[in-house]
């Protein structure tokens, strides 16, 4: 399974392959263009409410991983064909958090692959 992560406001390469945002919200100041944004499966991104929780402060990493995860299972048909195409092209998961280590992309990606397509 090919699956990277990249933010939103670095420049988009042909290597990235099949781009994926990943946010519920558009980048603020990114162009679509400028994105180049193959698909924006919204129903896949974290609720509103879970969202602002974490990024309010109101619940921590481990917190907003296990919902999120939770909210992932939820939408299992949706994350599918994401999945499936990820067997067979490299897939770069979007994300416009400045937290490269702790945001919704890295806990997709770790979905998508126990994910069986």
Same mark, same amino acid.
């Given at each position: 399974? @090919?699956?990277? *992560? $990249?933010?939103? %406001?670095?420049?988009?390469?042909?290597?990235?392959?099949?781009?994926?945002?990943?946010?519920?919200?558009?980048?603020?100041?990114?162009? $679509?263009?400028?994105?180049?944004?193959?698909?924006?499966?919204?129903?896949?991104?974290?609720?509103?409410?879970?969202?602002?929780?974490?990024?309010?402060?109101?619940?921590?990493?481990?917190?907003?991983?296990?919902?999120? *995860?939770?909210?992932? $299972?939820?939408?299992?048909?949706?994350?599918?064909?994401?999945?499936?195409?990820?067997?067979?092209?490299?897939?770069?998961?979007? %994300?416009? =958090?400045?937290?490269?280590?702790?945001?919704? =992309?890295?806990?997709?990606?770790?979905? *998508? @692959?126990? *994910?069986? @397509?």
């Amino acid at each position: 399974m @090919s699956i990277v *992560l $990249k933010r939103a %406001f670095e420049p988009a390469r042909a290597r990235d392959g099949y781009r994926v945002l990943v946010d519920r919200l558009w980048p603020r100041g990114v162009t $679509k263009l400028e994105a180049r944004i193959d698909e924006w499966p919204k129903e896949i991104a974290p609720s509103k409410a879970l969202r602002q929780a974490f990024h309010q402060g109101d619940i921590g990493w481990g917190s907003f991983r296990r919902r999120y *995860l939770a909210e992932l $299972k939820e939408h299992r048909e949706a994350v599918r064909p994401l999945a499936r195409r990820a067997q067979s092209q490299r897939v770069t998961l979007v %994300f416009s =958090a400045k937290d490269e280590c702790h945001n919704n =992309a890295v806990v997709l990606k770790q979905y *998508l @692959s126990m *994910l069986k @397509s």
